[in-house]
């Protein structure tokens, strides 16, 4: 049997406005209060502990359904499945990662999920150990990143009493989160055959809920109350064989119920194809079946291929380039530029949306016309051939954002290197160490940072100007970028770089660098990533901190221009003192330091595994 309790957010007795439905699922129904069957026998494999016994069950049942990565923030209510987890990480099936505070925990889970494309699990104690993981749990469903909440938490009995670290847990991520389960505690000694089909249920329905089976993915939360023993030794665990666990169940899908679209190339050339954060590779495709410009972000996994146009924001604001367009299909969820938002609120603009993973369907144009038309579609399939005329409007645009871009700064002159003349020799060397002395500013770093990273690399960048940086000016390359572009938040962005690059060394075969590039502000705001326990996996990962002293992309505010320079300072760019160096190394991190480009393009190949690379920038 089920039942539905309704949850406040607040004092259980007192009246709320808001309620969280969720459902207690009952994991030992009809079993006498102690939990012992009424033969009196404990069932097989009692460890002492029902909370033992279930912990173990569940994760043994969370492995089978295709999660094998379990993160956990160490706490007393969650014990049992702390030390059952270690248990059967070390018979196989599943791998722990223990992050120090929950915040961290929750973003690492998150890297995890971005580069496996399956769900981990985050188990946490209860209290506020749980509220922790909201910034986290808010990216992972703006995003569609599939994740499980595990919280631990106090058995019905001692819930609304006043207890020690008991709130209302189920439901305490609002709307972020659809898919809730109180689950009660258990009371049954052992798991048996009817115990076991019960978690494998509940385990199933909720990992389904996180990878889109049936709507969008994103995070879901399964609560679990455990009561005293909270848990028992385990003198070992029966592991979970690699051919019982099914990776593709809990693989990442975009199922919506939404028609395709069945698109032609137009008579007159006059489509753009716009890709997003997330937009995959599908963009490209349908950007070169249909003959139009791809205007991919970095972090669109589109960022490639014959059409692409990197200058894309100065072409949009030209009347001869982004006039022109009459039709936009958009692929994922585009937030670097406030260019491509207004092209989609033009009325004279059609626009093709493709439903991506993230909770809200990117629709720019009802912000100002709240009756827009836009075609919302699951996908898009391109008939009919392309022509001259098709070819000329790609060759347009992408001739003019290569003009726009230029060929960047002139590198030495390579004809010099090798002429007779000892004179041009001399002058070659001379440019060569000119530029090499040369200070470094945010368009050179994101693209050294871009040029050192390959297909078997990963890159991250944070939600600071650089990322804008490197949108205007790095050209197509097929690599794999991340960024928390969900709510694009400075949060634990350095702590998603290590799940990511945690997951990338699970990959077999793969042995490449994950970098993740950000500001000094949002490197300060995740310092507790750096912090790993001793007897954690450290991930090969390059930290590259641009520090422009405080928060630069506050500065191009249009308030800059209006209010007194010292009080943007104070309260908006917030730059910090502190010594970057002094701080990494004592939390065990390699240090390097880049100040100009020959340094930047020594220590980006640094054979370092954990290295932090502060770069300062010039204005």
Same mark, same amino acid.
């Given at each position: 049997?089920?039942r539905?309790?309704?949850?406040r957010p607040?004092?259980?007795?007192?009246n709320?406005?808001?309620?969280?439905?969720?459902?207690?699922?009952p994991i030992a129904?009809?079993a006498?209060a102690?939990?012992v069957?009424?033969d009196?026998r404990?069932?097989?494999?009692?460890s002492?502990?029902p909370a033992?016994?279930?912990?173990l069950?569940?994760?043994?049942?969370?492995a089978r359904?295709?999660?094998?990565?379990?993160?956990?923030?160490p706490?007393s209510?969650?014990?049992?499945?702390?030390?059952?987890?270690?248990?059967?990480?070390?018979?196989?099936g599943?791998?722990?990662?223990?992050?120090?505070?929950?915040?961290t925990?929750?973003?690492f889970a998150?890297?995890l999920?971005?580069?496996?494309?399956?769900p981990a699990?985050?188990?946490?104690?209860?209290?506020?150990a749980v509220?922790?993981l909201?910034?986290?749990?808010?990216e992972?469903?703006?995003?569609?990143?599939p994740?499980?909440?595990?919280?631990?938490?106090?058995?019905a009995?001692l819930?609304?009493?006043g207890?020690n670290?008991t709130?209302?847990?189920?439901?305490m991520?609002?709307?972020?989160?659809a898919?809730?389960?109180?689950?009660q505690?258990?009371s049954?000694?052992g798991?048996?055959?009817?115990?076991?089909?019960?978690?494998?249920?509940l385990?199933?329905?909720a990992?389904?809920?996180?990878?889109?089976?049936?709507?969008?993915?994103g995070?879901?939360q399964?609560d679990?109350a455990?009561r005293?023993?909270?848990?028992?030794?385990?003198d070992g665990?029966?592991?979970v064989p690699?051919?019982?666990?099914?990776?593709?169940?809990a693989?990442?899908?975009?199922?919506?119920?939404l028609?395709e679209?069945?698109l032609?190339p137009?008579d007159?050339?006059?489509?753009?194809?716009?890709?997003?954060?997330?937009a995959?590779?599908?963009?490209?495709?349908i950007?070169?079946?249909l003959g139009?410009?791809?205007?991919?972000?970095?972090?669109?996994?589109a960022?490639f291929?014959?059409?692409?146009?990197?200058a894309?924001?100065d072409?949009l *604001?030209d009347?001869?380039?982004g $006039?022109?367009?009459? /039709? =936009?299909? @958009?692929?994922?969820h585009?937030?670097l %530029? +406030?260019e491509?938002?207004?092209?989609?609120?033009?009325?004279d603009?059609?626009t093709?949306v493709?439903?991506?993973?993230?909770?809200?369907?990117y629709?720019?144009?009802?912000?100002?016309?709240?009756?827009?038309t836009?075609?919302?579609?699951s996908?898009? *399939?391109v008939?009919?051939?392309? $022509?001259?005329?098709? /070819? =000329?409007w @790609?060759g347009?645009?992408?001739t003019? %954002? +290569?003009?726009?871009?230029?060929g960047?700064?002139?590198?030495p002159?390579?004809?010099?290197?090798?002429s007779?003349d000892?004179?041009?020799?001399?002058?070659?060397?001379?440019?060569?160490?000119a530029?090499?002395r040369r200070?470094?500013?945010?368009?050179?770093?994101?693209?050294a940072?871009? $040029?050192?990273?390959?297909?078997?690399?990963?890159l991250v960048?944070?939600?600071s100007q650089?990322?804008?940086?490197?949108?205007?000016?790095?050209p197509?390359?097929?690599?794999?970028?991340h960024a928390?572009?969900?709510?694009?938040?400075?949060?634990?962005?350095?702590?998603?770089?290590?799940?990511?690059?945690?997951?990338l060394?699970?990959?077999a075969?793969?042995a490449?660098t994950?970098?993740v590039?950000?500001g000094?502000l949002t490197?300060?705001?995740d310092?507790?990533g750096?912090?790993t326990?001793?007897?954690?996996h450290r991930?090969r990962l390059?930290?590259v901190?641009g520090?422009d002293?405080?928060?630069?992309i506050?500065?191009?505010?249009?308030v800059a221009?209006?209010?007194a320079?010292?009080?943007m300072?104070?309260?908006?760019?917030?730059?910090?003192?502190?010594?970057?160096?002094?701080?990494?190394?004592?939390?065990?991190?390699?240090?390097r330091?880049?100040?100009?480009?020959?340094?930047l393009?020594?220590?980006?190949t640094?054979?370092?595994?954990?290295?932090?690379i502060?770069?300062?920038?010039?204005?």
């Amino acid at each position: 049997m089920t039942r539905t309790r309704t949850t406040r957010p607040s004092d259980p007795s007192k009246n709320s406005s808001t309620t969280a439905t969720t459902t207690a699922a009952p994991i030992a129904d009809g079993a006498p209060a102690d939990g012992v069957p009424a033969d009196g026998r404990a069932a097989p494999g009692a460890s002492g502990s029902p909370a033992t016994d279930f912990a173990l069950a569940f994760l043994q049942e969370l492995a089978r359904a295709g999660v094998t990565d379990v993160v956990v923030s160490p706490g007393s209510r969650s014990q049992a499945l702390a030390l059952a987890a270690v248990a059967l990480e070390r018979a196989g099936g599943i791998s722990v990662h223990v992050r120090l505070d929950e915040r961290t925990a929750g973003f690492f889970a998150l890297g995890l999920a971005v580069e496996s494309g399956r769900p981990a699990a985050v188990v946490t104690t209860s209290g506020t150990a749980v509220a922790n993981l909201h910034p986290a749990v808010l990216e992972a469903h703006h995003s569609g990143v599939p994740m499980i909440v595990v919280s631990a938490d106090r058995p019905a009995e001692l819930r609304g009493i006043g207890s020690n670290q008991t709130t209302v847990q189920p439901g305490m991520f609002g709307p972020a989160v659809a898919f809730v389960r109180d689950v009660q505690a258990p009371s049954t000694h052992g798991v048996d055959d009817r115990v076991r089909a019960t978690v494998r249920a509940l385990v199933r329905e909720a990992v389904a809920a996180a990878a889109g089976h049936a709507g969008q993915p994103g995070p879901v939360q399964l609560d679990l109350a455990f009561r005293e023993p909270l848990s028992a030794g385990l003198d070992g665990a029966e592991g979970v064989p690699d051919a019982d666990i099914d990776l593709e169940f809990a693989r990442r899908r975009t199922t919506a119920a939404l028609p395709e679209a069945v698109l032609t190339p137009d008579d007159e050339p006059a489509t753009v194809v716009i890709a997003g954060h997330d937009a995959g590779v599908d963009a490209e495709r349908i950007a070169w079946e249909l003959g139009a410009p791809l205007l991919a972000e970095v972090s669109s996994g589109a960022r490639f291929g014959r059409n692409a146009v990197a200058a894309y924001r100065d072409l949009l *604001r030209d009347a001869s380039f982004g $006039g022109r367009v009459r /039709r =936009a299909v @958009v692929l994922g969820h585009p937030t670097l %530029s +406030r260019e491509v938002p207004a092209l989609l609120q033009r009325a004279d603009v059609e626009t093709v949306v493709v439903r991506g993973a993230g909770a809200d369907v990117y629709d720019p144009a009802r912000a100002s016309r709240p009756t827009a038309t836009t075609q919302v579609v699951s996908g898009v *399939r391109v008939t009919g051939p392309t $022509g001259p005329a098709h /070819r =000329a409007w @790609v060759g347009r645009w992408v001739t003019a %954002s +290569r003009s726009l871009l230029g060929g960047g700064d002139a590198g030495p002159d390579l004809e010099a290197k090798r002429s007779a003349d000892r004179a041009e020799r001399n002058r070659f060397l001379k440019d060569e160490v000119a530029l090499r002395r040369r200070p470094v500013d945010r368009a050179m770093l994101a693209e050294a940072v871009w $040029g050192a990273t390959w297909p078997h690399d990963r890159l991250v960048f944070g939600a600071s100007q650089i990322i804008r940086e490197a949108d205007m000016t790095v050209p197509g390359k097929k690599i794999r970028v991340h960024a928390n572009r969900g709510l694009a938040g400075i949060d634990g962005t350095v702590s998603t770089a290590l799940g990511i690059a945690t997951a990338l060394e699970a990959t077999a075969g793969t042995a490449g660098t994950t970098r993740v590039v950000v500001g000094d502000l949002t490197f300060l705001h995740d310092l507790g990533g750096l912090v790993t326990g001793t007897e954690e996996h450290r991930p090969r990962l390059q930290v590259v901190v641009g520090n422009d002293g405080g928060g630069a992309i506050f500065r191009g505010l249009e308030v800059a221009a209006t209010t007194a320079p010292e009080d943007m300072r104070r309260m908006m760019t917030t730059p910090q003192d502190v010594d970057v160096e002094r701080v990494v190394t004592g939390l065990g991190w390699e240090y390097r330091r880049a100040e100009t480009w020959g340094d930047l393009e020594r220590v980006l190949t640094d054979p370092a595994e954990r290295v932090v690379i502060e770069v300062p920038l010039a204005d």
